[in-house]
DNA sequence: TAGTGGTCTAGACCACACT
DNA sequence: GTGTGGTCTAGACCACTAT
């Protein structure tokens, strides 16, 4: 019998294996890394390896000591990738187009100073703008950008590129919070995103920063009738090992 | 002036400074790893196992021979946390309820036969369930749940505790597929969630399998007015070094 | 105090993919 | 062919923390 040499990803099949069959069940502990590395035939670190990222995923929890544990599913995460819009657009083998329906600048209302944590009556920067799949309105864009932030924005016209497109490039890492909702069409989107009499709208609001600096904060409005996000979310480490 | 040794960490909080600030510009190649190791003064490995996180982040992507390169932001991740109800109700500070409104085991639609992949008319258990946070019906569940692949089912009755708790005690560890959509509330919605003329609904549709066996299907509802999802997504390997 | 995980090292060999 | 990352090892020392 040819005895096979172990790597981390086998291990960490391996030892994911028995956590989702339950052998090592809910609330137990595995046994410790000198006796796995023993089992297995391999260095403690090829086994520490293989548990930290096991531990890193949220399967397991490590405590010098205590040992390793396997631990309650408290909550499921889903994982929502949201892409610039043209790319979406594009993916799902559509013709993205791009429309400029205003800019301004203009002094910030009482919710965009809360948002943007600015004193009322600040300058910003106002944009709307309408994004097409083919001749249907796919998105409608509101964003407020902070002029102290982002002071190059002036210079932008935003006839060809959308807001959205060229912050990714100016300001590739900030940092994001989103809120998803269902909401009764406003007005404005009445007006502009061609919706049926009280169709709802799928409302993302999105803030961005970095560091400190508060740069833009966005309400992306869609059809509810044609609008909905997907996510697929499967327990890692599964089949890595099996070829 | 003394010399502090540097850890994986330290280093892996530098490359992210280098990558987030535009030191190292999106598209371009960094360092290879035994230059890195000779500019902080420490081993090979220490430097792998920095950006292998950096990479498994997804901001740098890392081939044999050509190097490790600054990737262009495709798309935004947005980790949407969906906690077992009770213990979401309750972290709010509002005291959860359950009531099951309906239990019975019936032929499956033919929708609900797709979603489970099962042969149209096979019976199957649906429940209906209401969960209210002090006494307002806050989220109106209508699952179906595959009786070949959990048999055990049949004995439950689901007066007491909701099939969601019970089955992520059951099966703790299935992957899932979630939707996200606004949407007009159907008349079972208006009927139970309590709901304004017209008011939209927050729907979450779930699909949740194990291996090859899709176990349960869920449509959650919310009032549109009342519920929204929130995530905050920061670029991580910040300030861990900071202390 | 003792047992556990956390990390580092120096060296080694390998797998891959650019040339 | 050759330069890069991918991984393993044996040993070491350290940092926690349960007891």
Redesign the pocket.
């Known amino acids: 019998m040819t005895q096979q040499?172990?790597?981390?990803?086998?291990?960490r099949q391996i030892v994911m294996a028995r956590i989702t069959s339950q052998i090592w069940p809910v609330g137990e502990?595995?046994?410790?890394?000198?006796?796995?590395?023993e089992e297995f035939?391999?260095?403690?670190?090829?086994?520490?390896?293989?548990?930290?990222e096991i531990?890193d995923a949220g399967f397991v929890e490590?405590?010098?000591?205590?040992?390793?544990r396997v631990v309650p599913r408290r909550s499921r995460d889903a994982v929502v990738q949201i892409p610039i819009i043209g790319e979406q657009i594009s993916d799902m083998g559509r013709y993205y187009s791009y429309q400029l329906v205003a800019r301004e600048i203009v002094p910030v209302t009482k919710k965009i100073a809360k948002e943007l944590s600015l004193t009322p009556r600040t300058p910003a920067m106002h944009l709307i703008c309408r994004h097409f799949a083919d001749d249907i309105v796919w998105q409608l864009e509101d964003r407020w950008i902070n002029l102290a932030a982002v002071p190059t924005v002036k210079a932008q016209k935003f006839d060809v590129i959308g807001p959205n497109e060229w912050l990714v490039r100016e300001i590739p890492y900030s940092n994001a919070e989103h809120v998803f909702r269902a909401a009764t069409a406003s007005s404005i989107e009445r007006r502009h995103l061609d919706l049926e009499s009280d169709e709802p709208v799928f409302v993302i609001e999105r803030k961005t920063w970095q560091a400190s600096n508060i740069i833009t904060w966005v309400r992306l409005s869609h059809s509810g009738n044609r609008f909905s996000m997907t996510t697929r979310d499967e327990i890692p480490y599964g089949k890595d090992a099996l070829e």
């Open positions: 040499l172990k790597t981390y990803k086998d291990i502990l595995i046994p410790n890394e000198q006796d796995l590395a035939g391999v260095a403690r670190a090829t086994v520490n390896r293989a548990i930290q531990a490590r405590r010098r000591k205590a040992g390793t």
